[in-house]
C-alpha cells in the first residue's frame, strides 16, 4: 500500500483486527472485516460502526459565513439556526455538482459558526472552491480533517448503545431530532454528535479530536456487545447507501451532472435568491431534462456494474452508474440515467451485464425504506 496514503486515527486498530484496506479518495480505508454481507445485516438489524474520518470537515467563521455558504450552495443555508443541519449540493457555473455536501450550524458558537462535511475525495477541489469565491467576504475557515475523526453508528440500537457514553450539552441524544447536531461530552473530551447517517438507518455521527479516536471506537464495541455492534467497512457502507437510494459522488453525482438530473431537487432553492449554478439549473428546468436518476431491479443474479448500459425499444438509453445485490431485500439492484419518457416506475428496460442481456424494470427510490421513516 502506498505511502503516500493518508491514514485515519483508526488505521492501526483496523489492521491489527483484520480488516483488509484498500486505497480509497487518497486514504487507505477498510473495506470489510468479515463480509460484506455480514456487516450489512449487522447494521440493517443492530449496530454498525464506520471509520468515516475520511470526510473533510471544514469549520467556517466570519460575520459573512452564513450569507457565503448560501451562495455556494443549492440548499437554503443562511437561515439555520444553532444546531441544524442541511443536506446541499455544491454547483459549478453550468449546474453540474462539484460535491454533495452537510452544512452544520454550530449549536454552541465557539470559535466557528459553521461546519461543511464534503466527500474526501473533493476535500481539496472544495477548499480551493472557497478560496475562489471568497471575493472580499469576511469569512475564514480551517480544514480540521486530519486533526479529529469521524465515526458513523448505525442501526436500530444505535441510540441506545451512544447514549450511555455520551452527555449532550443539553437534553438527551434520544431527544436530538434527525438532521440536528450538540456538543457533547465522550470519553473524557468535547465532542459533536449528530443525527445524521448514509446507509438509511436511524444513527448518529460523532466527531472527536483524532486523539481519542481510538479509545471511542474502543468503548463504542466494548458497549456494544450486548446490542450486537459490529465494526463495518466501506463495502457495508456502499450496499446500505444504494438500497436506500442514497447518490454517491462520482457515480449518481458528477461535474457534469445536475442536482435536477439526479432527482434531488428537494434540495435546490431556486427562491432564496442568486447562487453558484441558479440560472443554469433554472435554464436546464425551462428546457426540460433529457437524463435522471432512476432505480433498477433486475432479474436474476447477475449485477450490473457501472458503465453497463441500459436498453429499450432496441437501442442504449443510458447507463449504470451502481449496482449490488442487496442482502436486505435479496434482489440485484442498480441505479442509472434514463431518459425522463423511459423513467416511469414499472417500465420495462433491459440491462447488459458482462454481454448478457437481462431483462429489468425501474422502480421507485429508494428500494428500502426502514421501519417508522
Not at 428496460?349 to 426502514?370: E, I, K, M, Q, S
Amino acid at each position: 500500500m502506498s505511502e503516500a496514503l493518508l491514514r485515519t486515527p483508526l488505521n492501526a486498530w483496523h489492521r491489527e483486527h483484520g480488516a483488509r484496506m484498500v486505497a480509497f479518495a487518497g486514504w487507505e480505508m477498510p473495506i470489510q472485516y468479515r463480509s460484506i454481507v455480514e456487516e450489512h445485516q449487522a447494521t440493517r438489524q443492530a449496530v454498525g460502526l464506520f471509520d468515516i474520518s475520511h470526510m473533510a470537515r471544514i469549520f467556517l467563521s466570519g460575520p459573512d459565513t452564513a450569507a457565503f455558504l448560501d451562495y455556494l450552495v443549492t440548499n437554503s443555508v443562511g437561515n439555520l439556526s444553532p444546531g441544524r443541519i442541511r443536506y446541499a449540493l455544491v454547483t459549478n457555473p453550468q449546474g453540474g455538482t462539484k460535491d454533495d455536501v452537510l452544512v452544520y450550524r454550530l449549536p454552541d458558537g465557539g470559535d466557528h459558526s459553521h461546519l461543511v462535511v464534503a466527500n474526501a475525495a473533493n476535500r481539496q477541489k472544495i477548499l480551493e472552491w472557497l478560496e475562489r469565491n471568497r471575493a472580499g467576504r469576511r469569512v475564514a475557515w480551517v480544514d480540521r480533517t486530519l486533526q479529529t475523526a469521524m465515526i458513523a453508528v448505525q442501526g436500530p440500537r444505535a441510540i441506545e448503545l451512544v447514549a450511555r457514553i455520551v452527555a449532550l450539552s443539553s437534553g438527551s441524544l434520544a431527544e436530538l431530532r434527525y438532521y440536528r447536531a450538540a456538543t457533547c461530552r465522550v470519553v473524557g473530551t468535547e465532542g459533536l454528535v449528530s443525527r445524521t447517517g448514509y446507509t438509511g438507518e436511524d444513527g448518529v455521527e460523532l466527531i472527536v479530536p483524532a486523539e481519542k479516536a481510538v479509545e471511542l471506537w474502543r468503548t463504542l464495541l466494548e458497549g456494544g456487545t450486548a446490542v450486537g455492534a459490529s465494526p463495518c467497512g466501506l463495502g457495508a457502507r456502499d450496499t446500505l447507501r444504494l438500497e436506500a437510494g442514497l447518490p454517491l459522488y462520482g457515480h449518481e453525482l458528477a461535474e457534469d451532472i445536475s442536482p435536477l438530473e439526479a432527482r434531488l431537487e428537494f434540495a435546490v432553492k431556486f427562491d432564496k435568491g442568486e447562487f453558484v449554478g441558479r440560472d443554469a439549473l433554472l435554464a436546464q428546468q425551462r428546457q426540460g431534462l433529457t437524463r435522471v436518476r432512476v432505480g433498477l431491479e433486475l432479474e436474476g443474479r447477475r449485477i450490473a456494474r457501472e458503465g453497463a448500459e441500459i436498453q429499450a425499444d432496441g437501442r442504449t438509453i443510458g447507463k449504470v452508474t451502481s449496482g449490488t445485490f442487496a442482502p436486505t431485500l435479496q434482489k440485484v439492484i442498480a441505479m442509472g440515467f434514463v431518459p425522463p419518457a423511459y423513467a416511469e416506475p414499472g417500465t420495462a428496460v433491459t440491462v447488459l451485464v458482462r454481454g448478457h442481456a437481462v431483462p429489468a424494470r425501474v422502480v421507485a427510490l429508494p428500494f428500502y425504506r426502514r421501519a417508522g421513516r
